[in-house]
């Protein structure tokens, strides 16, 4: 009996010892256990309207310590915080800053919902990679992987959940203070890098070196009428799924977490309340789970579109369309509880917005650990290391075009007597900076005038200002500019704009080399020296005047920390430059819109323009001055062989081949462009067609076979619903090393 007692009372202890060693059970959204989509559902059940609403509302932040923390404004921040009225900010950054806000989040709210903190992390967080569009000009898209992956893990030890990049919008109008952000004029090529930027951005989001990706703008914002910033898009759903849209789904199709509605209209509908675009394109045909997030203010700029009478009426029309998270306009915070208790908006249409922001939260990890991307260690030893300014030198040397070089001006010779460095742009670290310089720091950066200074010897360099920081010119600038280059074997001078004139809201409807710099220029050619123009500018400006006056013009774009050391390298050619520029440089602004895609017209004009009655300008050419796909090399390079299969079916692939001969005294890279038209559709198809590309390298005199395969997709295009159309007939296929110097061939689709 004793021994039963015995037994009962040891059992008992047991129990009683495990239940206490048992923690009582959190809630199931705190428990990792489950799946994501269990503990979403168990939060949403918890949340009231007013908290769900919170999440997603996005603020933008800035700093919350320091002397901030009196700010009133920053104070009331904080407050809706605590009243978990804030789901994300936005330009709240380093471990610090988001550390101190994150901490309210979690522990003065009731449920303890991490924020996601948002950063423009455009082309580099702290080392400041070339702007997209130049990186874009290097065709290499595992090195263009690379660029946002470095970012993305420098912004990641800084606090950062999440960036707004990439860019994806296509643009063929160098007004446009923006088409420094996206990949060019082609369809095509803007999906390729659409989708390395997401995945180097993003990777598999599970380490902590990522952040999530987002696409915008979405969707056409890059037609914005005149180039004019935040203008009107008007544009057919021929063109808008045909040359539009591709890039965009590229990227939601590499798994991009967000999407960002842009700030125009399509189909007279705000892209931020348009059902066509939100929910029956990006939501149901492309079966896009992840989260919208408006751009900024742009709930509340339905009403300024016309579309919406009031906030609570744009707040409505822009979930009813299926967009979530509000930036900055404050209106779902206001308005949403209100619409759903007047049936206005339905509690489904909310638990799925707020379960999409839910989701990223989880799948951050935000929940296990809500400090996971704030540890300050991690981010002095993550910032602006020898590695990343490797990457970053990598990238700005392989974006840089070479787009004049008579007589062999470049490279310089190391042996040379002096270099005359003329221009303002070669000192101002500043102005080597564009809108986006996210936490970089233009004094942290290697100016042309540094880097030439190291690569030849600063006793070889003699710099002269030139002109002023407003590009304006004097006797006196000119005349100094002139004795620095009177004793110089070669001038080397920097013009164009300034950085700070790349970005948002930079729109230009000029974009002739400044009045004051042509006048260096010219003084400068009279010194029968060869004079080597360098281009420090986040678009294609027009360079006609320019091309007349100089020996050789090197676009050098935008390039960041690593600029100085970049172009030292090419100048000094220890790099051959490989760079092909993705935009077209106009002969005149009056030409733009000019793209290599474009349509035949009823009348074509021939290439010398002197048909009557053609489609053409009396005054200047057709063409641009230089073409999409362009770019020398020190070297050349010879095409011969194109072969191609004469019939392809739906069902069957074209194999095209090419040979390619590097006939000139350097090595170096070049990228063999393959283009297609197809001769008769039943929506008519451009004159040519990015299609495929190798980035090859060939030694002197070394030849190459370049082989491609023509796939149906690359036939087919859509209709004004999306569709696929795959349509029989005549093609041609062009190859070459820009898209105006081809060898072509036919081929029939039966
Ligand atoms: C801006 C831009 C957008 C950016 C956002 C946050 O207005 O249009 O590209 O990501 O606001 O800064």
């Known amino acids: 009996m004793l021994k039963k007692i015995a037994i009962v009372c040891l059992l008992a202890c047991s129990q009683f010892v495990f239940a206490q060693k048992k923690p009582a059970p959190g809630p199931a959204y705190k428990n990792a256990k489950l799946t994501i989509n269990q503990r979403i559902a168990d939060l949403l059940h918890r949340m009231t309207l007013e908290e769900k609403a919170g999440q997603l509302n996005q603020l933008n932040g800035g700093v919350f310590t320091g002397p901030a923390v009196n700010d009133a404004n920053q104070q009331a921040k904080v407050q809706m915080v605590r009243e978990s009225k804030v789901g994300s900010f936005l330009n709240v950054t380093g471990v610090k800053e988001t550390r101190n806000i994150q901490k309210v989040a979690v522990e003065e709210t009731r449920l303890g919902i991490p924020i996601l903190f948002a950063f423009d992390v455009i082309h580099g967080y702290k080392t400041i990679f070339p702007i997209p569009l130049a990186e874009a000009c290097s065709w290499d898209l595992p090195q263009i992987e690379k660029n946002a992956s470095v970012a993305a893990r420098e912004a990641a030890a800084a606090g950062l959940h999440w960036t707004f990049a990439p860019m994806c919008d296509i643009s063929n109008d160098p007004r446009w203070g923006r088409v420094m952000e996206g990949a060019g004029e082609d369809t095509w090529y803007g999906e390729k890098v659409a989708a390395a930027r997401v995945k180097g951005l993003q990777g598999d989001l599970d380490d902590a070196n990522h952040v999530l990706a987002c696409v915008k703008h979405y969707a056409a914002y890059g037609l914005s009428e005149a180039g004019r910033e935040y203008g009107n898009v008007d544009v057919s759903r021929s063109a808008l799924w045909n040359k539009y849209l591709p890039p965009y789904k590229a990227a939601v199709d590499a798994g991009a977490a967000t999407v ?19 929910d029956d394109v990006l939501k149901k045909k492309w079966n896009f789970k992840g989260l919208v997030v408006s751009d900024w203010g742009s709930f509340g700029e339905i009403v300024t579109h016309g579309y919406a009478e009031d906030g609570k009426d744009a707040t409505r029309k822009a979930l009813e369309a299926g967009s979530m998270m509000d930036m900055e306009s404050k209106l779902i915070i206001q308005y949403l509880p ?24 989880f799948k951050l990890g935000l929940f296990e650990d809500p400090y996971r991307f704030s540890d300050e260690a991690r981010e002095s030893a993550s910032l602006f290391t020898t590695a990343n300014r490797t990457e970053a030198l990598k990238a700005a040397r392989s974006s840089m075009v070479l787009l004049k070089n008579d007589a062999n001006a470049l490279p310089l010779k190391k042996q040379l007597g002096k270099i005359a460095l003329i221009g303002h742009y070669a000192k101002s670290k500043e102005d080597m900076f564009d809108f986006w310089i996210a936490n970089g720091k233009a004094d942290e950066a290697v100016s042309v005038l540094e880097g030439l200074q190291s690569k030849f010897g600063a006793s070889k360099i003699t710099f002269a200002e030139g002109y002023n920081a407003d590009a304006t010119t004097n006797e006196k600038l000119i005349s100094d500019a002139v004795s620095a280059a009177s004793g110089a074997d070669a001038i080397v001078v920097v013009i164009g704009l300034s950085g700070k004139l790349s970005g948002e809201e930079r729109s230009l409807a000029n974009l002739n080399i400044a009045e004051g710099q042509v006048q260096v220029l010219k003084a400068l050619q009279k010194t029968g020296k060869p004079v080597i123009a360098l281009i420090n500018s986040g678009r294609p400006l027009v360079l006609t005047q320019v091309k007349d006056l100089t020996n050789a013009i090197l676009q050098c774009w935008i390039l960041g920390t690593e600029t100085g050391n970049a172009v030292a390298d090419v100048l000094a050619g220890d790099y051959n430059p490989s760079g092909k520029t993705v935009m077209s440089f106009p002969y005149a602004v009056g030409q733009i819109p000019v793209y290599y895609n474009h349509i035949n017209t009823g009348r074509p004009t021939p290439e010398k323009r002197d048909g009557p009655f053609t489609s053409r300008y009396r005054d200047i050419p057709n063409a641009p001055l230089y073409p999409f796909g362009f770019g020398l090399s020190y070297t050349t390079f010879e095409y011969a062989n194109l072969n191609c299969g004469k019939t392809v079916t739906k069902q069957t692939q074209l194999p095209v081949s090419i040979t390619v001969k590097n006939t000139g005294a350097y090595d170096g890279e070049e990228v063999v462009q393959l283009y297609i038209r197809d001769m008769t559709a039943s929506i008519v198809r451009p004159v040519k067609e990015l299609k495929g ?58």
Do not use: C, H, W
């Not at 370049?706 to 859509?718: N, Y």
């Open 260 to 278: 960002m509605n842009s700030f125009n209209l399509v189909d007279g509908v705000p892209a931020t309340a348009n059902k066509y675009l939100v």
């Open 338 to 361: 209100q619409l759903v208790k007047e049936g206005k908006l339905t509690m489904k249409q909310v638990d799925e917005a707020v379960s999409r922001v839910l989701y990223y939260k």
């Open 693 to 750: 590309f190798r980035k090859i390298f060939l030694k002197a005199g070394e030849t190459k076979t370049v082989d491609f395969v023509l796939t149906p997709k690359d036939l087919s295009f859509f209709d004004g619903e999306g569709n696929v159309k795959l349509e029989t007939g005549k093609f041609k296929v062009f190859v070459g090393g820009d898209s105006k110097n081809t060898v072509e061939a036919s081929f029939e689709l039966k």
